[in-house]
């Protein structure tokens, strides 16, 4: 199941329908999947935060929160650190206490001291100190058991199980009734058999209807849990059909399910992504982990070449507009087969290709002549060779949108982060830091209108808890605290290990 807070149903028609994924939703699971994968070595608080970007870019964040959350079932995270961290920060509060830490310099006296009575230095202490807090903790292995396509499969499967967990009654039509009566006896549900009559639906005369007093419902997970593990069973026998009654805040609705909404994943086999050789599959997954303008896109449509069609190993669509650029992985082969590729590649036309060439193979200038982008590897593709190929195409685009906007930029909103103003206008970051603001001040990474400055300088003064300044900047949509503080004039007095104080500058 998922939690409650990520349930996605539909009420129309005064009904109760889950809202399943589609088959556009496959590429997001795939990057969720891929960010996790991206992302082991990392600390959690690295993973969450491209979570939340992720987030930014979809149509519904509880989907990918959705997705999250099952991929995270099978991530492995672990406590990092050269010293034991509750050890560490009982030495590191003795330090502080007898310091009495208020500026940097202090706090720096403390972290030595308590240093020195660990035996270790104080880069270690200061690593050490909250290493075991969840978003420090480091991701060490993800063993996810579905592709893209399971991962959408179990997504569905877990969303009709936490929308019946608030469900009172279960009426269940199967073609093999016999297995769900054997599961609803195995899960000591309270049921009944009653007779049905024959639609012609190949099921089963019968209708099983799990049901129990209202005070089990009320004051108890227990039903709505085995509700869901019944489904789970029953989606796995064939033809059947799954009416529930559902509490929705006091309101009766009703939740229909049939062997066409859903399957058990695990039912059939996972068709994991497959690559042709070690050498892309490697490439797939380290780009995966970066933080790019370009999403990678494993085998793209066919391209014609003359008489024949070749179908690229990747192609890295720009996320601010309809431009691709494809990518072709040349590894070790035989000359008959690299004779045959640089003629498909010399025949392609008005197409952006990037070609990633075997050392070994000598044609890096064969492929540059027939106006290929080569990029000679050895053993893996570098990273910083695509990535440097694909900033020469972002500079092109970004100058063409930027051409494109009026060199003046009004926001409707009081305060706006520039990433989301981008996203607004269908373009990178890059194009409108260079552009003007006439009626807001750039604070840090944030667009700020002179009045909300003027109302926050009202309300935040010297001696205020951080805690308490940083909540005024909630309100209002501003998180980079330190860049608007320091823009009225303060200045954070950090007190002991954690917290602060906001003072004027000095």
């Given at each position: 199941?998922?939690?409650?807070?990520?349930?996605r149903v539909?009420?129309?028609g005064?009904?109760y329908?889950?809202?399943?994924?589609?088959?556009?939703?496959?590429?997001?699971a795939?990057?969720v999947?891929g960010?996790?994968q991206?992302?082991?070595?990392?600390?959690?608080?690295?993973?969450?935060e491209?979570?939340?970007?992720?987030?930014g870019e979809?149509?519904?964040?509880?989907?990918?929160?959705?997705?999250a959350?099952l991929?995270?079932?099978?991530?492995?995270f672990?406590?990092?650190?050269v010293?034991?961290?509750?050890?560490?920060r009982s030495?590191a509060f003795?330090?502080?206490e007898?310091?009495g830490?208020?500026?940097?310099?202090?706090?720096?006296?403390?972290?030595?001291r308590?240093?020195?009575?660990?035996?270790a230095s104080?880069?270690d202490?200061?690593?050490?100190?909250?290493a075991?807090?969840?978003?420090?903790?480091?991701?060490?292995a993800v063993d996810?058991?579905?592709?893209?396509?399971?991962?959408?499969?179990?997504?569905?499967?877990?969303l009709?199980q936490?929308?019946l967990?608030?469900?009172?009654?279960?009426?269940?039509?199967?073609?093999?009734?016999?297995a769900?009566?054997?599961?609803?006896?195995r899960?000591r549900?309270?049921y009944?058999i009653?007779?049905?009559?024959?639609?012609?639906?190949?099921?089963?005369?019968r209708?099983v209807?799990v049901?129990?007093p209202?005070?089990?419902?009320?004051?108890?997970?227990?039903y709505?849990?085995?509700?869901?593990r019944l489904l789970r069973?029953?989606?796995?026998?064939?033809?059947?059909?799954f009416?529930?009654?559902?509490?929705?805040?006091?309101?009766?609705?009703?939740?229909?399910?049939?062997?066409?909404d859903l399957r058990v994943?695990?039912?059939?086999?996972?068709?994991?992504?497959?690559?042709?050789s070690?050498?892309?599959?490697?490439?797939?997954?380290?780009?995966?982990?970066?933080?790019?303008d370009?999403?990678?896109v494993?085998?793209p449509?066919?391209?014609?070449t003359?008489?024949?069609?070749?179908?690229?190993?990747?192609?890295?669509?720009?996320?601010?507009?309809?431009?691709?650029?494809?990518?072709?992985i040349?590894?070790?082969?035989?000359?008959?087969?690299?004779?045959?590729?640089?003629?498909?590649?010399?025949?392609?036309?008005t197409?952006?290709?990037?070609v990633?060439?075997?050392?070994?193979?000598?044609?890096?200038?064969?492929?540059?002549?027939?106006?290929?982008?080569a990029?000679?590897?050895?053993?893996r593709?570098?990273?910083k060779?695509?990535?440097?190929?694909?900033r020469?195409y972002e500079?092109?685009?970004?100058d063409?949108?930027?051409?494109?906007l009026?060199d003046?930029?009004v926001?409707?909103?009081?305060?706006?982060?520039?990433a989301?103003?981008?996203?607004?206008?269908?373009?990178s970051?890059?194009?409108v830091?260079?552009?003007?603001?006439?009626?807001?001040?750039?604070?840090?990474?944030?667009?700020v209108?002179?009045a909300?400055?003027?109302?926050?300088?009202?309300?935040?003064?010297a001696?205020?808890?951080?805690?308490?300044a940083?909540?005024r900047?909630?309100?209002v949509g501003?998180?980079?605290?330190s860049a608007?503080?320091?823009?009225l004039?303060?200045?954070?007095e950090?007190?002991?290990l954690?917290g602060?104080?906001?003072r004027?500058k000095?």
């Amino acid at each position: 199941m998922l939690t409650k807070d990520l349930l996605r149903v539909s009420r129309a028609g005064g009904g109760y329908r889950p809202r399943f994924s589609t088959p556009d939703d496959r590429r997001l699971a795939a990057r969720v999947i891929g960010v996790y994968q991206g992302h082991t070595g990392e600390t959690r608080a690295d993973l969450d935060e491209a979570l939340a970007d992720l987030e930014g870019e979809a149509d519904d964040f509880k989907l990918v929160r959705g997705f999250a959350k099952l991929v995270d079932r099978a991530a492995t995270f672990e406590t990092r650190a050269v010293i034991d961290p509750e050890r560490t920060r009982s030495t590191a509060f003795a330090a502080a206490e007898s310091v009495g830490v208020v500026t940097e310099a202090e706090r720096e006296t403390a972290l030595s001291r308590a240093a020195d009575a660990l035996d270790a230095s104080p880069a270690d202490v200061g690593r050490s100190l909250y290493a075991d807090l969840d978003e420090r903790q480091v991701l060490v292995a993800v063993d996810v058991p579905w592709d893209p396509d399971g991962l959408l499969t179990q997504y569905d499967l877990s969303l009709a199980q936490t929308a019946l967990f608030d469900a009172t009654e279960v009426r269940i039509r199967s073609s093999d009734p016999r297995a769900v009566v054997t599961v609803v006896k195995r899960l000591r549900l309270m049921y009944e058999i009653r007779k049905a009559g024959d639609t012609g639906e190949a099921l089963s005369e019968r209708e099983v209807v799990v049901t129990g007093p209202d005070s089990v419902f009320r004051r108890t997970r227990r039903y709505g849990t085995r509700f869901a593990r019944l489904l789970r069973s029953v989606a796995g026998t064939g033809r059947w059909t799954f009416a529930a009654t559902i509490d929705d805040h006091g309101t009766e609705r009703e939740l229909r399910l049939t062997d066409e909404d859903l399957r058990v994943p695990g039912t059939e086999p996972v068709v994991e992504v497959s690559y042709d050789s070690a050498v892309e599959a490697d490439f797939a997954t380290r780009f995966a982990s970066l933080d790019l303008d370009w999403d990678l896109v494993r085998e793209p449509e066919p391209l014609e070449t003359g008489a024949r069609v070749m179908i690229p190993d990747f192609a890295f669509e720009w996320k601010y507009g309809e431009f691709r650029v494809y990518f072709e992985i040349m590894g070790f082969w035989t000359p008959e087969y690299v004779e045959k590729k640089l003629t498909q590649i010399e025949e392609l036309e008005t197409v952006e290709l990037l070609v990633a060439v075997d050392d070994s193979l000598g044609v890096g200038e064969e492929l540059d002549a027939r106006d290929a982008r080569a990029i000679p590897y050895s053993k893996r593709v570098r990273l910083k060779d695509v990535r440097d190929a694909l900033r020469g195409y972002e500079e092109r685009l970004n100058d063409e949108r930027a051409a494109a906007l009026p060199d003046e930029l009004v926001p409707e909103a009081d305060v706006v982060p520039l990433a989301d103003l981008a996203a607004d206008y269908g373009v990178s970051e890059a194009v409108v830091e260079g552009k003007r603001f006439p009626e807001h001040k750039r604070v840090g990474r944030t667009l700020v209108r002179p009045a909300v400055l003027a109302d926050l300088d009202e309300v935040i003064e010297a001696g205020m808890a951080l805690s308490a300044a940083e909540a005024r900047l909630d309100e209002v949509g501003v998180d980079d605290a330190s860049a608007l503080l320091s823009k009225l004039g303060y200045r954070v007095e950090w007190e002991g290990l954690s917290g602060g104080t906001v003072r004027e500058k000095r």
